[in-house]
């Protein structure tokens, strides 16, 4: 093995849980050279099952303030919230489930590779149906 090739990161699924591992791994200055691929086969990353939820009156079981995707900014959700159209009349108790959605996938799409000379997170819009031993 080459030791000093930069390490390749692959996540599979782009729900809740890989957005927020690879918005994470990012973020780490020793993997600042890290290739990190994403794979998820929805058409848009980030809110998988959960939060792909299109109706509004599905909502959230947690109130805002606990939803944070960054843990330095446990306010992030709600102030991302307090933002948009359905807070108008007042940030929700409870939002629903598709703003979450929403937030997940904008903070994801932050990450994504934005050309292939830019070091970003690659997501690859299929299944995974193997992984080597
Ligand atoms: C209807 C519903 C409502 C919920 N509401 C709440 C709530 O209000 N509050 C709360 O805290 N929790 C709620 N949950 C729990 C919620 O599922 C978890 O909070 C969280 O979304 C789980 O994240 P996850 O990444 O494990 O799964 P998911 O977000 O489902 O992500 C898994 C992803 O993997 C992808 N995938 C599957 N197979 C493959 C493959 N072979 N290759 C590549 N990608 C693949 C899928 O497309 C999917 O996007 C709810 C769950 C459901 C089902």
Known sequence: MNQSAAPVITVVGGGFAG??????LRRQPALAQAEIHLIEPRAVPGPGLAYTARRPEYLLNVRPGALSLYPEQPQHFAA????QPESAAGVPEFASRSAYGRYLHEELAQVLQPSASQLGVVWHATRAVAAPS
């Open 19 to 24: 957005t927020a591992l690879v918005l994470q």
């Open 80 to 83: 991302w919230l307090q933002q």
